[in-house]
């Protein structure tokens, strides 16, 4: 079992940065893929980006492709997704995610089994 917490969520102007953070509970944090996913007011939660238990493998949806990063501290038990270049079409509730199980990569949000309860992101015009 996997508790997540998110924070940095924030309003900010379209090009600024920011950055999202997920701490999570529990000592077995190293052994899940995380992911980051975001949902959007009238549409369906999408993927965002997820980076494997040892931070050695990420994925991004297009998107967010040379915009955000994500990265973790096994040690912290965080993971983090910075955001530049933001744009309005970025506005959305972002959630962090652990993957159902230890060592397994996965895109979908049906692969992942924990969640935490969003932190809302609003990126101005």
């Known amino acids: 079992q996997v508790q997540l917490v998110e924070s940095g969520g924030g309003l900010v102007q379209a090009g600024d940065s920011l950055r999202l953070s997920c701490a999570a509970s529990?000592?077995?944090?190293?052994?899940?893929?995380m992911g980051w996913f975001r949902q959007a007011p009238g549409k369906e939660r999408e993927l965002t980006a997820t980076?494997?238990?040892?931070?050695?493998?990420?994925y991004y949806a297009d998107s967010v492709k040379g915009r955000f990063t994500i990265s973790r501290d096994n040690a912290k038990y965080t993971v983090y997704l910075q955001m530049n270049s933001l744009k309005p079409e970025d506005t959305a509730v972002y959630y962090c995610?652990?993957?159902?199980?230890?060592?397994?990569?996965?895109?979908?949000?049906?692969?992942?089994?924990?969640w935490g309860q969003g932190t809302q992101v609003t990126v101005s015009s």
């Open positions: 995610a652990a993957h159902r199980h230890y060592y397994s990569f996965g895109y979908s949000g049906a692969d992942f089994g924990f």
């Open positions: 529990g000592r077995t944090f190293s052994k899940y893929t």
């Open positions: 980076i494997s238990w040892s931070g050695g493998r990420t």
